[in-house]
Nanobody
């Protein structure tokens, strides 16, 4: 069982920045591609970004391209989501997830392990 713990959420004004972190003690962290998802009240969980096992490949939903950056540090067993130019519509609970598959996917059910989520609120 891989345990993931997110941190870094909070309240920020529109145009501001936050950096989310997702850490694990799992020694095989580098064996997993990692993703970030978000879920706003009354909406389905939405894919945000994904990073490959090595960090050499990233993928984003169109709505965050150019504003968000996913990265990872395999030595620290941590994945990050740098969020800039935040908008009120980015308000949601943000989750990190681990995927043992080599196939890139944006479907939540394909991810094996999930964190508990961290709230991001962007005020206008």
């Amino acid at each position: 069982q891989v345990q993931l713990v997110e941190s870094g959420g909070g309240l920020v004004q529109a145009g501001g920045s936050l950096r989310l972190s997702c850490a694990t003690s799992e020694r095989t962290f580098s064996s997993y591609a990692m993703g970030w998802f978000r879920q706003a009240p009354g909406k389905e969980r939405e894919f945000v970004a994904r990073i490959s096992r090595s960090g050499g490949s990233t993928y984003y939903v169109d709505s965050v391209k150019g504003r968000f950056t996913i990265s990872r540090d395999n030595a620290k067993n941590t994945v990050y989501l740098q969020m800039n130019s935040l908008k009120p519509e980015d308000t949601a609970v943000y989750y990190c997830a681990a995927d043992s598959s080599l196939v890139r996917t944006t479907i939540p059910s394909r991810y094996n392990y999930w964190g508990q989520g961290t709230q991001v609120t962007v005020s206008s």
